[in-house]
């Protein structure tokens, strides 16, 4: 059993940074890929970025594709989204997912644990 808990998240301005933490504990890190996603008021859950278990393979949205940086370290069972050049539109709740498998997915539905999620808000 895999738990993530995510920290980090808060209120920044349009064209601030932010970055947002998962820890992970439970199973073995490196073997599950990670993704972030994220979900408006309103809105679907979209993904935001996934990143293979070993950090070599990363998949970006193409709404925050050249602003955001996933990255893990596997040997602190940590995955990070770094945001840079935030929008308001950039607003939701942002969730961090682990799978089974190393091979990463931009498919909600192939990610099996979630944590809790962290509020980020930019305002404009």
């Known amino acids: 059993q895999v738990q993530l808990e995510e920290s980090g998240g808060g209120l920044v301005q349009a064209g601030g940074s932010l970055r947002i933490s998962c820890a992970a504990s439970g199973g073995t890190f490196s073997s599950n890929a990670m993704g972030w996603f994220r979900q408006a008021p309103g809105k679907d859950r979209e993904v935001v970025a996934t990143i293979s278990g070993g950090g070599t393979s990363t998949y970006y949205a193409d709404s925050v594709k050249g602003r955001f940086t996933i990255n893990r370290d596997n040997a602190k069972n940590t995955v990070w989204l770094q945001m840079n050049s935030l929008k308001p539109e950039d607003t939701a709740v942002y969730y961090c997912?682990?799978?089974?498998?190393?091979?990463?997915?931009?498919?909600?539905?192939?990610?099996?644990?979630w944590g809790q999620g962290t509020q980020v808000t930019v305002s404009s």
């Open positions: 997912a682990a799978r089974y498998s190393p091979r990463a997915t931009m498919l909600s539905q192939e990610y099996h644990y």
